[in-house]
């Protein structure tokens, strides 16, 4: 059975997560650290949103550290029914939602009502960057907004196409990349401004022959 890592921290920690099938690219534990050292001190009461969603693993871990909800979007039937199971195991499945839903059209429609949301994470198949821009569009529109004041949005990418630094209301702050993955952290421009974002780029070091961590 494939394996999506396990749960860092929080009430599921440790807990071991399933993967959709071995094509698919889990939350590495190396991505996720880094990435939720960052997000922590904004999860306690938040809401979450996980688009493209695969196994789960990012909104689970956000759960685990005190989210309040996460909606998990995902169009794979087979992706949507592991998501379930993970968060049934962990024991968060009171606290999560899965929809299985062609996402673009998601932040076109019921995202409107279930937001606004305090963190996003996107993670479409690498070669969509399309889908990636889109997505990032939708979230930075200005018409309806879908992000709370403060709200944060992660992209995770081919560190070689990244996502446009700016759509709409969001602005990119920060990007971190894993040997081929990378992530890169949105704000709303407005919170950017008013708590000057440092724009950063760091590299984690690769170690010879050891997986790079595909999140």
Do not use: C
């Not at 990007?175 to 724009?199: I, K, N, Q, S």
């Amino acid at each position: 059975m494939a394996e999506a890592g396990r749960v860092i921290a929080g009430t599921a920690r440790g807990k071991r997560l399933r993967a959709p099938g071995e094509g698919t690219r889990p939350l590495g534990d190396r991505v996720k650290e880094a990435l939720f050292a960052i997000l922590d001190p904004y999860l306690a009461g938040s809401r979450v949103l996980d688009l493209f969603a695969g196994s789960g693993a990012g909104g689970i871990e956000a759960l685990s550290r005190g989210a309040a909800s996460a909606v998990f979007v995902e169009y794979d039937a087979r992706a949507t029914g592991v998501i379930a199971d993970n968060l049934s195991g962990a024991r968060l499945a009171e606290r999560g939602r899965v929809d299985r839903a062609n996402v673009l059209a998601y932040l076109r429609g019921r995202a409107r009502t279930d937001g606004p949301f305090d963190v996003v994470l996107v993670d479409p198949p690498y070669a969509e960057t399309g889908l990636m821009s889109e997505a990032l569009r939708l979230l930075g529109s200005e018409d309806q907004p879908l992000l709370n004041p403060g709200a944060w949005v992660v992209a995770k990418h081919f560190w070689r196409t990244p996502p446009p630094p700016a759509a709409g209301l969001l602005a990119s702050v920060r990007t971190r990349r894993f040997g081929e993955t990378a992530v890169t952290f949105y704000r709303r421009t407005a919170d950017t401004l008013r708590d000057a974002e440092p724009v950063e780029t760091e590299v984690e070091p690769v170690t010879r022959n050891r997986p790079t961590g595909l999140a």
